[in-house]
C-alpha cells in the first residue's frame, strides 16, 4: 500500500538559514507521482510541484529545490536563504493510483526572524 | 476563475446538529474529493467523485454522506454532528485523478461542541 512518512514534525530555523524537508514514501507501484504542496497560516493548501518516478533530475525553482532518490524512496524538500514567508505547513503526497493522493503527517517549518 | 469554492469558512455546530459543506469549481475537472485535516495527522480522505452520478468512499468516511449531481458541485452532508467531526475540511478537485495532481479550496474549519 502507498504510504508516505514525514519524520520531522516540526522544524525552526533563523532566517537566512538553508533547511531540508524529509519525506520517505512507499510504493510498489513502477510509475508513481510526488508532491509537495504548502499551508501557510491562512490555511490553503498551494501546489509546489509534481514529480513522476522516471524524472530522478533534482528540480529548483528560485529558492527551492527538490531531490527525488529512488533508491532511497525519498523526495526532499530544500529552502535556500530561508525567510519569514517560508513559515507553513509543508505536505509530501504520492499518488495512490489513478484516482487519488495520499499524504504525509505534514512538517511544520518556523522560521524566525 | 474562482477554482474551487467552499462554504462557509468556519462553523460551529452542536452535537446532533447535521450540516452540508458546500464545494463547487469552475474548471470541469472530473475529480472532486472531501479530505479533513486533524492537528498532525496530516489528510484523510473522506470520500471522493469521479464524475458526476459516482461517489466512493474514502479512508474515514463514517458520519458523512455525499452526492455528486452535477460536475461542479460535491457537497458534504454530516448528519448528527459529533465532537470527533471537529476538523478542518478541504475540498479538492482534478482533472483526470489525483496522479494529476489537486487543485484545493480554502477550507471550512468545524467545532461540534
Known amino acids: 500500500a502507498q504510504k508516505v512518512t514525514q519524520a520531522q514534525t516540526e522544524i525552526s530555523v533563523v532566517e537566512k538559514e538553508d533547511v531540508t524537508l524529509d519525506c520517505v514514501y512507499e510504493?510498489?507501484?513502477?510509475?508513481?507521482?510526488l508532491f509537495w504542496y504548502k499551508q501557510p497560516p491562512s490555511g490553503e493548501l498551494v501546489f509546489l510541484i509534481r514529480?513522476?518516478?522516471?524524472?530522478?533530475q533534482n528540480e529548483i525553482s528560485g529558492r527551492y529545490s527538490w531531490n527525488f532518490q529512488k533508491s532511497t524512496s525519498s523526495f526532499n524538500f530544500t529552502i535556500t536563504a530561508s525567510q519569514v514567508v517560508d513559515s507553513a505547513v509543508y505536505f509530501c503526497?504520492?499518488?495512490?493510483?489513478?484516482?487519488?493522493?495520499?499524504f504525509g503527517q505534514g512538517t511544520r517549518l518556523t522560521i524566525n526572524p | 476563475n474562482a477554482g474551487v469554492t467552499q462554504t462557509p469558512k468556519f462553523r460551529i455546530l452542536k452535537i446532533g446538529q447535521s450540516m452540508t459543506l458546500q464545494c463547487t469549481q469552475d474548471?470541469?475537472?472530473?475529480?472532486m474529493y472531501w479530505y479533513r485535516q486533524d492537528p498532525g495527522m496530516g489528510l484523510k480522505l473522506i470520500y471522493y467523485s469521479v464524475g458526476a452520478g459516482i461517489t466512493d468512499k474514502g479512508e474515514v468516511p463514517n458520519g458523512y454522506n455525499v452526492s455528486r449531481s452535477t460536475t461542479e458541485d460535491f457537497p458534504l452532508r454530516l448528519e448528527l454532528a459529533a465532537p470527533s467531526q471537529t476538523s478542518v475540511y478541504f475540498c479538492a478537485s482534478s482533472y483526470g485523478g489525483g496522479w494529476r495532481g489537486y487543485t484545493f479550496g480554502s477550507g471550512t474549519r468545524l467545532t461540534v461542541v
Open positions: 474548471m470541469n475537472h472530473n475529480y
Open positions: 503526497a504520492l499518488n495512490k493510483g489513478a484516482q487519488k493522493l495520499v
Open positions: 514529480r513522476n518516478s522516471f524524472d530522478e
Open positions: 510504493t510498489r507501484d513502477t510509475t508513481y507521482y
